[in-house]
Structure formats: C-alpha cells, structure tokens
Nanobody, 127 residues
Framework: QVQLVESGGGLVQAGDSLRLSCVLSGRTFSNYHMGWFRQVPGKEYEFVATISWSGDSTGYADSVKGRFTISRDNAKNTVYLQMNSLKPEDTAIYFC????????????????????WGQGTQVTVSS
C-alpha cells in the first residue's frame, strides 16, 4: 500500500519559518520525483515546488522562489519543504505528491502528472 504522510504544519506569524516533511512508504522513494502543492479551500491546487529523484534539480513557483527550499533524503524516504519569511498568503493546506521519474522528461509541475498524494497538512500564517 502506497502512503504519503505529511507533517510539520501549524500556526505561525508572518515572517516565521516552518519545515514540512513527507514520508513515502510502499514504493521505492528514489524512483520518484517529488512535489509540493497547496490549496486554499474553494480554490485550485497551486504548484509550489518540485525536486528530481536524485535531488539534483529543483523547481519553484514564482510566488515562493527565494523563500522556500525543497530537499529530499532518499535514505529516509523523505522530502522536505523549508518555508522561510512566511506571508499570510501562504496560508493553505500543503500536499506532497510523487511522480514516477522514469515517465518524466522534465520535472513535473502539473498536478495531473503526480500519481500519489498525501492527505495534506495545514499551514496558517497570521499577520
């Protein structure tokens, strides 16, 4: 059974930092590119960041570039999202997702390209 479990969300003030973690079980972690998306209830999912299976390549949404950093530890089957200088507009449910690396020519930014999803973790940033 494939499972993605996020953790690390919470309530913080503007300017604070949070680190989200996501653990994949049931599949070989290094076979997957990993991504983070976020959603405000009632709105579309928004791409946040992606990282290649090896960790050598990353991509970010313009809205988080320079503030968020995605990383991974293949030995721990874990992907991280370090979020610094948080803003109220970063408030959302954050989801991690896995896309099969062999099927992807470039790092995926489209939600539809990710096969497996976590249940999400709430991040709330107060002003």
């Amino acid at each position: 059974q494939v499972q993605l479990v996020e953790s690390g969300g919470g309530l913080v003030q503007a300017g604070d930092s949070l680190r989200l973690s996501c653990v994949l079980s049931g599949r070989t972690f290094s076979n997957y590119h990993m991504g983070w998306f976020r959603q405000v209830p009632g709105k579309e999912y928004e791409f946040v960041a992606t990282i290649s299976w090896s960790g050598d390549s990353t991509g970010y949404a313009d809205s988080v570039k320079g503030r968020f950093t995605i990383s991974r530890d293949n030995a721990k089957n874990t992907v991280y999202l370090q979020m610094n200088s948080l803003k109220p507009e970063d408030t959302a449910i954050y989801f991690c997702a896995a896309a099969p690396a062999q099927a992807m020519g470039v790092l995926p930014r489209l939600r539809s390209l990710y096969y497996y999803w976590g249940q999400g973790t709430q991040v709330t940033v107060s002003s």
